[in-house]
């Protein structure tokens, strides 16, 4: 049976949502009269009625009371808080929301509100009385050093070197823990730095540094890097963006004993010579980066190169000699080679070596603006394949066929093939299904339609999936369906540059069966802004760019 004072407080509420708030007060009255404890919500109808009639000491005797009966729920805070704000006694109700605040436990959903009632009053008793701004404490004032230590390592370099400017105090401290100057990057500086500031980073390093990025400082004076090397015996990392003469360079390869990798980007290029020169000298080396000058002299292997684990090998952009890596003489000094990236640009250069099965160390072979002969022979081991703009590949179909015969491509589970012209069906086919099982990532961009992308799908090779990039490659609204059909682990699918594809195609990806998550359709000129829609309110992270030809998408039914 409904409690009196229930019903009392029903009609209560009903007059003063009929604006009657003298009828309403008299009911809530008798509803507390009817009740030894009254509850919350009594209260709180009673202090609303009292405010309304501008009876704010009663109101707020109502609201203190709510706050006795429930130290932990938020309503008596609010409701006093509101009343004290009316009286204009901000101050005292900013007191209260700060109390509330340490009453109420993080676990009650509602203490966001009060949260922002006590910061929306808090700013507008700072903008009229300053002394009530809060007081800012200095954390480091205050943490224990091991826990300052902790958050400040997981800053970056730029950031901790800003933060030398905040005080006396600051500096001191954070020039005074080393394992905050280990790693040094110059990668996101605009302005030029001197040597100067590089000499004071390796000295609060107290010579423990171990990573070192460098650009955008004097190329000229090689002091800095000479510096680094000889003070710093534990150095692992070293990243050039900047032109260093190849005397430096090789000058630290002999010096830096303990040198694990070593990247030298565009922008520090340097010739062969120097490479093989550098690979010889850097006995520790796992890892190595080079764009490389061509002058059409050939590469000249030397020393122990057992330790060399990834080697990457770039024609710099503006060469114009052959780039003659002898990569026959190379294979056999590297038989724990896992990743060979290799990117020759030029033309003039001859033909890179075809048979790579003598390095069965070998996971990721990436082939970029290089002449090959013919489908390489590779090693079982192979996970991940890069093949982009081999322009003599598979031009020997005779040689080509009986190259794929001899590859393993079971551990194969990453495939690009781009731009390959003379790649014909069979060797792509022989690709994606040796690997069936186990490829997982494809990327088929500019990819000629008639290598029958449609029966490599229809027959299952694609059935394990994940990313699919078929950008430029003549993808329809039919494609798109059986993608959807054939693909159902896949997760990912870049369409972009596709003028085929409409708002039917779109529709069925984001149907299929197992949901996709990313959806790449930049410069689709067929898809409309309702199709990306549709998609996004699917839960797609949908990339989308207006094309620069404007064409009216065919209109689907997309609810």
């Not at 000229?220 to 900047?242: H, P």
């Not at 001899?406 to 069906?425: G, M, Q, Y």
């Amino acid at each position: 049976m409904e409690p009196s004072y229930s019903r009392e407080q029903k009609r209560g509420q009903d007059c003063y949502r009929a604006k009657e708030y003298k009828e309403a007060l008299r009911c809530f009255d008798a509803a507390v009269a009817q009740c030894d404890d009254p509850p919350l919500s009594i209260l709180d109808n009673r202090a609303a009625t009292y405010t309304k009639l501008e009876e704010f000491p009663k109101a707020l005797a109502d609201g203190r009371h709510m706050i006795q009966v429930a130290k932990a729920e938020v309503k008596g805070y609010l409701r006093t808080g509101q009343i004290l704000q009316l009286m204009g006694k901000d101050k005292t109700a900013l007191g209260i929301y700060e109390y509330g605040l340490k009453n109420v436990p993080r676990t009650n959903e509602d203490v966001k509100l009060l949260q922002g009632m006590y910061d929306k009053l808090l700013r507008k008793c700072s903008a009229m009385d300053p002394a009530i701004a809060p007081k800012i404490i200095d954390p480091l004032k205050f943490l224990p050093l091991e826990l300052a230590q902790m958050v400040l390592q997981n800053l970056s370099f730029k950031t901790i070197v800003s933060l030398l400017r905040v005080s006396k105090l600051w500096k001191a401290i954070l020039e005074s823990i080393p394992a905050l100057w280990r790693h040094i990057d110059l990668s996101k500086t605009k302005r030029s730095v001197r040597y100067s500031a590089i000499k004071a980073c390796v000295i609060r390093s107290r010579g423990t540094l171990t990573h070192a990025t460098l650009s955008h400082y004097d190329s000229v004076n090689s002091d800095a890097l000479t510096y680094i090397v000889s003070r710093c015996k534990r150095l692992e990392y070293l990243e050039l963006r900047t032109g260093i003469s190849n005397e430096s360079l090789l000058r630290t390869a002999a010096t830096a004993s303990s040198l694990r990798t070593l990247i030298l980007l565009s922008g520090n290029e340097v010739s062969l010579d120097t490479v093989t020169q550098l690979l010889a000298q850097s006995k520790s080396l796992e890892h190595a980066e080079f764009y490389i000058r061509t002058r059409g002299h050939a590469a000249k292997w030397e020393g122990d190169l057992s330790k060399l684990r990834v080697l990457k090998l770039h024609a710099a952009k503006d060469s114009q000699g052959s780039l003659r890596l002898e990569l026959d003489d190379l294979f056999p000094k590297v038989p724990n080679l896992h990743t060979l990236s290799l990117q020759t640009r030029t033309a003039t250069s001859p033909r890179i070596a075809s048979d790579y099965s003598s390095l069965i160390s070998l996971h990721t072979l990436s082939l970029t603006d290089v002449d090959i002969a013919t489908f390489p022979c590779l090693p079982p081991s192979l996970q991940s394949l890069s093949l982009i703009n081999a322009w003599g590949i598979g031009s020997h179909s005779d040689v080509a066929d009986a190259y794929m015969e001899r590859n393993d491509f079971s551990a194969l589970t990453s495939l690009t093939v781009s731009a390959a012209r003379f790649l014909r069906p069979v060797v792509v086919a022989g690709l994606i299904g040796s690997g069936r099982n186990k490829l997982q990532k494809l990327d088929l961009r500019d990819f000629d339609a008639s290598l029958g992308i449609t029966a490599l799908i229809s027959e299952g090779h694609l059935a394990e999936v994940t990313d699919l990039r078929l950008s430029n490659a003549d993808v329809s609204d039919d494609l798109a369906g059986l993608v959807a059909r054939c693909c159902p682990k896949l997760r990912g699918f870049d369409a972009s540059y596709n003028m085929k594809l409409t708002g039917v195609g779109v529709k069925a990806l984001v149907l299929k069966e197992g949901g996709l998550q990313r959806l790449n359709l930049n410069h689709c000129v067929g898809v409309g802004s309702d199709a990306v829609e549709y998609a996004r309110g699917k839960g797609v992270v949908v990339h989308f760019t207006f094309p620069d030809i404007v064409k009216s998408g065919k209109r689907v039914r997309l609810g």
